[in-house]
């Protein structure tokens, strides 16, 4: 049975969980199908974006315990199989490509997580969030104990991380941690929507400037600098870049190939 529905919209992979049922808790299969979905959008050249929404009520209610447990218990965590990517970004390589999410109803604990490790965030009025794990004797293994205090601040990180009390998209919105919160039921049309503003760009600016920008969150200026020179001269030497020009001149909308 898969748990993650794939379809494409021009440059977009929309990715859809697919266990409302259960409130689309995580559970293993659950996770190696987001991992492979994730492979495919790095792999596939037509692909420039993604949307990672969910079906139901609810983005998430959290993970399947049970299924974890002995996982966490080991001490590994959130590992991806050969040939995926982990959609949470703990382990291994991050995905190249931008990924836009929606969310709606309870967006619990991985939920959290793996917004987290997106670009660009839209939320239902309805959105609940919260990281429960330390209700459970539990903590976060899949970013939020690293990811959330820059995002969001030291201290509204460690008050939701330390007790597990919930917040509102509203708070999530003050906070930074979603862009936009829109009315329930129309948050995937407007993920959609950025998706094809992102779609519409220069793909390998578009995912030079994503590398960038990750790389100067974990190193010096000096470091973040000669990244952004060794990817300079390749983008600017590009098909894309020469068509961006002339567009310009020519006053129309660029048609840009990812070459």
């Not at 792999?43 to 399947?64: P, Q």
């Not at 995002?151 to 597990?164: C, D, F, I, K, S």
Request: charge should be negative; proline fraction near 4%.
């Amino acid at each position: 049975m898969a748990y993650v529905d794939l379809h494409t919209e021009g440059h977009t992979l929309l990715i859809k969980i697919n266990r409302p049922e259960k409130y689309n808790a995580l559970n293993l299969a659950m996770y190696h199908e987001l991992g492979q979905a994730y492979a495919r959008l790095d792999a596939d050249a037509t692909l420039r974006v993604a949307v990672l929404c969910a079906e139901g009520k609810h983005f998430t209610a959290g993970i399947e315990l049970n299924e974890w447990a002995p996982i966490f218990g080991r001490g590994e965590g959130f590992v991806p199989g050969p040939g995926e990517i982990d959609p949470l970004g703990v382990t291994g390589p991050q995905h190249r490509k931008p990924v836009i999410i929606a969310v709606q109803g309870y967006c619990f604990t991985w939920g959290v997580e793996i917004l987290l490790n997106s670009e660009s965030r839209i939320a239902s009025r309805d959105t609940q969030f919260q990281m429960l794990e330390v209700q459970r004797g539990l903590y976060p293994c899949g970013g939020a104990t690293f990811r959330l205090p820059r995002e969001v601040g030291w201290a509204n990180a460690q008050r939701v991380l330390l007790t597990g009390e919930r917040w509102s998209a509203e708070t999530a919105l003050n906070w930074g941690l979603v862009q936009e919160v829109v009315e329930t039921g129309g948050q995937v049309t407007r993920a959609l929507e950025l998706a094809q503003a992102v779609g519409d760009a220069a793909p390998l600016a578009v995912q030079a400037c994503l590398k960038a920008t990750r790389y100067g969150l974990e190193h010096s200026r000096e470091q973040a600098v000669a990244q952004v020179n060794r990817d300079l001269a390749p983008v600017m030497n590009s098909e894309d870049a020469a068509e961006g020009v002339r567009s310009f001149l020519e006053r129309r909308k660029a048609a840009f190939t990812g070459r």
